[in-house]
């Protein structure tokens, strides 16, 4: 590119009388659009197929319209309840209501539905109770008890009042083994019903453990693969896309084959002294651990491998020539 100074301005502009900072301004703004075109696709990939099935997994989560939506009477009347009791006539009014418009639109299964996650046997009381809710007549509150016991029972009630927003936080403390009780409060689940902690905490483990084994594992690897000769460093590359080609199920039947009690690694120990009786090698967390860090070895060790070709190895014998240890020099 041709560049001239006006004299007048001591400006520097290119062959087409452009001034030169101008130029340099519109190529950088040309270069971020085409760099922003290439990530483009992939953006709207992550953003499509991930991002947004997150956020409506969140919503779903929260929603909690089908009772207000269904038992529209019965969330508005129960507002004025104050817990304690029985609901007022209105109340039981209003359910009757709703009840029989639940059933002639064919909705009120989704609400039943709803609220059993709350309190067993909700499912129940509002289907019977919706078949039968063309005979009700006042007084509501008899009728319903009538019909069904538990509409005399203050649980169910107080559900619903705490359950008449569009939106819950239900599922989330179920997701934490905690339950609210009717007064509002939080309260952990006893120790045979609290399931999902426990699961959260074993997951960790699991993916603690096959992290560091693969770690442990991939680093050395990956260390070898970026400073052997090509040739030896081409067939460890190998060596690790070896298992993006072998079909999972005949990876896993293989440790099957390798780890079982009358496998591969429990009769060589048992032939040479070292055990005496089969080894609890799998079905169990070891064979968990050993599997998944065979699959997920590569996932570490392609990247360090990536990373570690890109430092010069002339930097460790500078480090070295300074006077630094072999681990100074190394990290």
């Excluded at 209501?97 to 067993?120: H, P």
């Excluded at 927003?165 to 997701?175: D, H, L, P, Q, R």
Aim: aromatic share 10%; proline share 5%; glycine share 6%.
């Amino acid at each position: 590119m041709s560049i001239s100074t006006i004299d007048n301005e001591n400006e520097i502009v290119t062959a087409d009388g452009t001034p030169l900072r101008i130029s340099i301004k519109r190529a950088e703004r040309r270069r971020k659009i085409r760099a922003f075109g290439l990530i483009l696709p992939l953006f709207l990939f992550v953003l499509l197929f991930f991002v947004f099935p997150i956020i409506k997994l969140g919503l779903v989560s929260i929603d909690n319209s089908i009772v207000p939506d269904v038992l529209v009477h019965s969330v508005v009347a129960i507002e004025e309840w104050d817990g304690n009791g029985l609901p007022p006539e209105s109340v039981y009014a209003a359910m009757a209501k709703d009840l029989a418009k639940g059933k002639k639109n064919r909705t009120i299964g989704r609400v039943a539905k709803r609220l059993n996650f709350e309190k067993s046997g909700y499912r129940r009381l509002l289907i019977s109770s919706a078949r039968k809710s063309e005979k009700l007549n006042a007084p509501f509150k008899d009728a319903l008890i009538k019909i069904n016991k538990k509409w005399a029972e203050p649980a169910y009630w107080q559900i619903l009042a705490r359950e008449n927003s569009s939106i819950t936080f239900s599922y989330f403390f179920a997701a934490l083994d905690l339950g609210i009780n009717a007064d509002g409060s939080i309260y952990m689940q006893p120790e045979e019903q609290s399931i999902y902690i426990e699961i959260f905490a074993r997951t960790l483990v699991i993916s603690a453990q096959v992290t560091i084994a693969c770690l442990l594992l991939g680093f050395p690897i990956a260390y070898l693969m970026a400073n052997l000769p090509t040739r030896t460093s081409n067939l460890l590359i190998i060596l690790v896309l070896l298992p993006f080609w072998i079909s999972l199920l005949v990876r896993t039947t293989a440790w099957i084959v390798l780890l079982q009690d009358q496998g591969l690694i429990n009769q060589t120990l048992q032939l040479i002294g070292v055990i005496d009786e089969p080894l609890g090698l799998i079905r169990n967390r070891i064979g968990v651990v050993v599997a998944m860090t065979h699959i997920l070895l590569p996932f570490m060790t392609l990247p360090l491998f990536s990373v570690m070709k890109g430092i010069n190895p002339s930097l460790m014998r500078a480090a070295s020539s300074m006077g630094a240890n072999p681990v100074q020099a190394f990290f």
